[in-house]
């Protein structure tokens, strides 16, 4: 079945330890999206990828990048985790033109 | 920039009786407004969406309506069961070209009372 992948589903990292969350994708959409959720809290848009234009929100943190090496995976580096930044990641991809999102399962960080 | 605002925050019904969650939006460009339901721990799944073409749409127990002038549209679920319960968020798209982008509100937590 067409799908979004993440892995891993869980992750616990230490405080200042770079970490990375991978998101992969057979649905072949153009776009690839990565949002933070934080407890009882609506998604929010970190950045987001057309193909390999990258689009960064004005207010996401300059510790977290993306990279995104082909069509199918997109990956989010955290580079010196707070304990601020525990949260769910969730990805989710669109085909150009087209509305629908499609999420992920999500990985829950956990920063000790 | 596009704000969404959802109400209520929380919201108990006994099974059987019919659920409505409410958004308004600032932005009178978006044009497409999904619903989300979100169970515990698991991934957002869309349920329905609307277009700002249209002003109503109906699935099965789920509908939405969408008044573009008011601009605020609106999740109707009927004959509600113990597995409609989970956190549903509303969202807004502003078309920005080669992508969309979800403004999503601040999510309602429905709780079906068997």
């Known amino acids: 079945d067409a799908m979004v992948i993440q892995n891993p589903r869980y992750q616990v990292t230490q405080f200042g330890k770079p970490v990375t969350l991978s998101c992969s994708q057979t649905l072949n959409h153009n776009v690839m999206y990565w949002y933070q959720q934080k407890s009882s809290q609506a998604p929010k848009l970190l950045f987001h990828y057309y193909d390999k234009d990258f689009n960064n929100e004005a207010d996401t943190p300059d510790n977290f990048q993306s990279r995104r090496p082909n069509t199918s995976f997109c990956f989010l580096d955290i580079r010196s985790p707070g304990l601020g930044d525990a949260a769910m990641y969730l990805c989710a991809t669109s085909r150009f033109q087209r509305y629908e999102q499609y999420f992920g399962p999500g990985t829950r960080l956990t920063v000790t | ?114």
């Open chain 2, 1 to 114: 920039g596009e704000n969404v605002e959802q109400h209520p925050s929380t919201l108990s019904v006994q099974e059987g009786d019919s659920a409505v969650i409410k958004c308004t939006y600032s932005d009178s460009a978006s044009n497409y407004f999904p619903w989300y339901k979100q169970e515990l721990g698991k991934r957002p799944q869309l349920i329905i969406d609307i277009r700002s073409n249209v002003g109503e749409k109906k699935d099965q127990r789920i509908a939405v309506t969408l008044n573009k002038t008011a601009k605020h549209f609106s999740l109707h679920i009927t004959e509600t069961q113990p597995e409609d319960s989970a956190v549903y968020f509303c969202a807004a798209s502003i078309d920005g070209g080669a992508t969309n982008k979800l403004i999503f509100g601040t999510g309602t937590l429905l709780a079906v009372q068997p």
